[in-house]
């Protein structure tokens, strides 16, 4: 699987959503991606790529575009 | 009721205690229609949102009004209901003071209070919004438990724990977002009931809230200089773990570590237990020294109070070297 796939996938999972739909996505865009929903997804994410994000990059963290953007900081690429 | 995942104990270390809190709360009341949500004008702040969304006329909102939420919060629970009550921990304990005394002392009635920002959590809002006196204030009142939680995933046992036990409790949250896990995987959870998290035997630190994790840190600093350091959780301040205090008379020094005044917390607390004793360690008192220094970050008024762990380690082993 490649990092964009896990990376997709983790959207899907914890928003329950299509992949085609997790890329346009944006903190807020949707019900689920609340406050709550916000901080499942840094938990998936740093699950999958075994990371532990920054403080400040979790609260950046406010689209599916800029987490892949944020995710370059932790060697994560696409 | 609540699957704890690894990912679980991630997320509600991310959100903090406060996050945590209406976390649970949302999930209790899936299963409780008598769980039911105050708040002064603070319910984002008090983690309520998803709540709100899900049962609007579940909350309350009373407005910068705590004294009055505190009545209402009696009047509902003379009803059948489990009212939650969230406010800042200084609001709580000191504007609503005396009604916590009548309807939560007095009457035992079966209202949770919240009180967030316990400490120096709400850093930059300045001295008029630490929670540096709330303990000593609520200690004093007959007939209410006070739960102090380590971390996040403990905030949901204590919560969940508030809400199926009969009578008032003072729940007091501390701590920021991100906040450190203490607990790795879900674990038991019983109120009056201290964990020990670490065994030694030269030190016992008996640490609460957000100092649990601190503490832990201290241990292994001086784990380093070849002193054994046992460290306790004390998730429940009233009614304290008597027992836990008895386990650990054999150390050359007890220790114990809160983010409030060092006069009737914790340590004053335990030092009710220590004085009844005829044989017992000497007692070190870490805490929020008696003056208001000036405001600042949270992790900037942790080092200005030396409530860090690298302080607490520095104060540790000065008061052995006098002691062993």
Known sequence: MTNLEKY??????TFEVDASEATGLAYQSILAWDSVGHMSLIAAIEDAFDIMMDTDDIIDLSSFEKGKELLAKYDVEF | MLEIKHTTIRTLSILGQRGAFGYALNELAKENEQIIALTSDLRTTSGLDRFNNAYPERVINVGIAEQN???????????GFVPFATTFANFASLRACEQMRHH????????????????????MFGITHYGIEDVSSIRSIPNIAILSPADSLETVKATIAAAQHKGPVYLRLT????QPMV????????IGKAVQLRDGTDIAIFATGGMVHQSLQAAEQLDKTGISCKVVNVHTIIPIDKQAIMNSLGV???VTVEEHSRIG???S????VLTELDEKPPQLLIGVSNEYKPAGSYEYMLEQYGLNFMSITEKIIKRYGEVK
């Not at chain 1, 997709?8 to 999972?13: D, K």
């Not at chain 2, 701590?175 to 991100?178: A, D, E, F, P, S």
């Not at chain 2, 607990?183 to 019983?190: A, C, L, R, V």
């Open chain 2, 265 to 267: 917390g914790l340590g």
């Open chain 2, 252 to 254: 050359k020094l007890l």
């Open chain 2, 183 to 190: 607990y790795k995987e879900d674990y038991d959870y019983e």
């Open chain 2, 175 to 178: 701590g920021v977002m991100n």
């Open chain 2, 104 to 123: 939560m002392g007095y009457m035992r009635e079966n209202i949770k209070i919240v009180g967030f920002g316990g400490g120096f959590a709400m850093g």
């Open chain 2, 69 to 79: 939420m505190i009545g209402i919060a009696s009047g509902l629970s003379t009803l």
């Open chain 1, 8 to 13: 997709t996938n983790v959207f899907v999972e």
């Open chain 2, 269 to 272: 607390t335990v030092a009710e």
